[in-house]
């Protein structure tokens, strides 16, 4: 039945006349605000009637009318929600030491009221009306355009709201995505019917991990544990290929891919996809391109030169996008972590069997780190391309994200000293307010360059303050330090949150990030979720009047010593 549904959804929302008469008509600015409408009349009729109405919906006049009679504009299905268990001051934020930076929590701390949406009714009971997917809890949304639940953006407003104290909050949004699983088999991208065709980031598994250990919650793991599983399942069989030993072509190990088959633009940014294959001849190489596209949207890092070429006349240019000729070296660090979690998940839930079964997954999985990530001489991980059978030896943030998933040897404690002497001599350090994603300076691209995301940085914090190495437990409070104090500085100057911000030298404010397909959003939940969780962990450390005044302290020193000179 909901098969059904959705693929009747699909001739209006994914594919088909209506949506590639308004998106060529330009009939809004936004490609995502038509793919957002709900249907005022079930989608046979609609289609239907236009197919009625011939050639007349060549004039826009026409066009216009047609949807203003079988749309509603889109944001009325979601309704606003008060989160029940919020309370006005979470006894956790006691431990922040600082009263600005505790000020600064609570305001955040209230704008997890504004995100909190929940699907209408008639969603459940209508769903052939609405692009936008059931679920049954409340949950935070990012904020701005992002008008439904995201996957990976999730993890992070999950942790945030762990110190918040809104635990029935952040189980409710671990159901919806469960109920993801249960309903069609994977979590999409996002809560609509046009990211169905993807996923994000998987990051659910680790979501329950981190709330199993704020509540001990043991009865709920037991019962979203088999659609965990099936989660994994999902990576597993639709999501990896083996690697085959070149010697004896037996397989050594599943290697893990974000990989979308696409035949269509995106519907959501359908004209940023039919621009980029103005100049292909033929159906073929649109195909490949919209699938190299729609991979690269599930990455989570839309775009990026990571994708794109990384030498030639092409280089660093979307139209080189290869997505699929890249392992990426945080999908599969994922995949370690999840096969690890779920491993303990079934040790703690008594599951011989099981644990055996995962075990032998994450062993696979450090294996595929070491052997295709891994390079030694430089003292780090990369993604490999399948394409030349090599490392990509560029920088990229995520080049740490196996710290984050402790996907090396328990025992070893060298690798982490090895991987800080890494973004050492990579300069990235030297960054002062924050890591930046790239050193690919010239792209347009809003994964790259000087644009610092949040969860990115939350990661390489997170992988250093676990280690258990006093001195990068240091550097990883440093960091800590860093950021709070640009996102702090930047809060005081603009009264906004944003999703990224820009971590240049040269100027002088703390502002947000740049570049891609959409403005800099605002809001922003995994922004406000990164902080909170870490004023958790060094909101007695920290000390927001003293964080501002070193700074100047040392300016003003350098200004006198060089009128001295
Ligand atoms: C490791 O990195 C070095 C230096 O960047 C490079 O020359 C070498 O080919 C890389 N090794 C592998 C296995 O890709």
Request: net charge negative; proline share 5%; with cysteine.
């Amino acid at each position: 039945m909901l098969y059904y549904v959705i693929s009747l959804l699909s001739q209006i929302y994914v594919d088909g006349p209506i949506l590639q008469a308004v998106q060529d008509a330009h009939l809004y600015p936004d490609s995502k605000y038509f793919v957002d409408m709900a249907l005022k009349v079930d989608p046979v009729t609609t289609l239907k009637n236009f197919y009625e109405l011939g050639d007349k919906v060549r004039k826009r006049e026409n066009l216009q009318k047609f949807i203003e009679a079988h749309f509603d504009p889109p944001g009325s299905e979601l309704i606003e929600s008060y989160p029940e268990d919020w309370v006005p001051f979470p006894a956790s934020f006691l431990k922040i030491d600082d009263y600005h930076l505790r000020r600064w929590a609570l305001h955040l701390h209230r704008i997890w009221r504004d995100l909190c949406r929940r699907v209408k009714e008639d969603v459940r009971d209508h769903q052939e009306l609405y692009s936008l997917l059931y679920v049954p809890h409340p949950f935070v949304i990012p904020g701005g355009r992002f008008r439904e639940f995201y996957y990976w953006d999730s993890y992070w407003i999950l942790k945030g709201l762990l110190f918040s104290e809104m635990f029935e909050t952040a189980k409710g949004m671990i159901r919806n995505l469960a109920y993801m699983v249960d309903h069609h088999g994977f979590v999409p991208n996002g809560g609509r019917v046009y990211y169905l065709i993807r996923s994000q980031p998987p990051l659910l598994t680790p979501m329950v991990y981190e709330y199993y250990l704020a509540t001990g919650d043991l009865e709920f793991v037991q019962e979203v544990l088999p659609l965990l599983e099936k989660e994994y399942e999902f990576w597993e069989t639709q999501r990896s290929s083996p690697f085959l030993d070149p010697e004896t072509k037996k397989e050594k190990f599943p290697y893990f891919q974000y990989r979308v088959l696409m035949k269509t633009p995106r519907p959501e940014s359908y004209r940023e996809d039919m621009e980029l294959v103005r100049h292909l001849d033929t159906e073929d190489e649109r195909h490949l391109m919209w699938s190299n596209v729609a991979s690269a949207a599930e990455t989570g890092w839309d775009f990026s030169t990571r994708w794109f070429a990384q030498s030639g006349p092409s280089m660093h240019d979307m139209k080189s996008i290869r997505t699929t000729s890249i392992v990426p070296v945080d999908l599969n660090a994922f995949i370690c972590v999840n096969a690890r979690i779920l491993g303990s998940f079934y040790e703690i839930t008594g599951r011989p069997d099981k644990v055996a079964a995962y075990q032998r997954r994450y062993e696979h999985a450090k294996t595929e780190m070491k052997e295709l990530h891994w390079n030694e001489t430089d003292g780090i991980w990369y993604d490999y391309d399948l394409e030349y059978k090599t490392h990509s030896n560029t920088y990229y943030v995520s080049n740490a994200s196996p710290l984050y998933a402790k996907c090396y040897d328990d025992e070893d404690d060298v690798t982490p000293r090895k991987v800080y002497a890494y973004l050492e001599r990579e300069g990235v350090l030297s960054f002062t307010k924050g890591l930046p994603t790239s050193l690919a300076m010239g792209s347009e691209q809003q994964w790259d360059k000087e644009n610092a995301w949040p969860p990115m940085v939350h990661m390489v914090i997170e992988g250093f303050r676990t280690t258990g190495d006093p001195f990068l437990m240091k550097a990883a409070e440093n960091m800590a330090t860093q950021w709070l104090t640009l996102s702090y500085r930047s809060f005081i100057q603009t009264h906004s949150m944003f999703e990224k911000y820009n971590v240049s030298s040269k100027t002088e404010e703390c502002s947000a990030g740049s570049g891609g397909e959409y403005e800099v959003q605002t809001g922003f939940g995994w922004t406000n979720g990164v902080i909170l969780d870490l004023l958790d962990k060094y909101g007695d450390k920290m000390h927001s009047t003293a964080s501002k005044s070193v700074p100047w302290l040392f300016l003003a020193v350098l200004m006198t010593l060089l009128r001295l000179l």
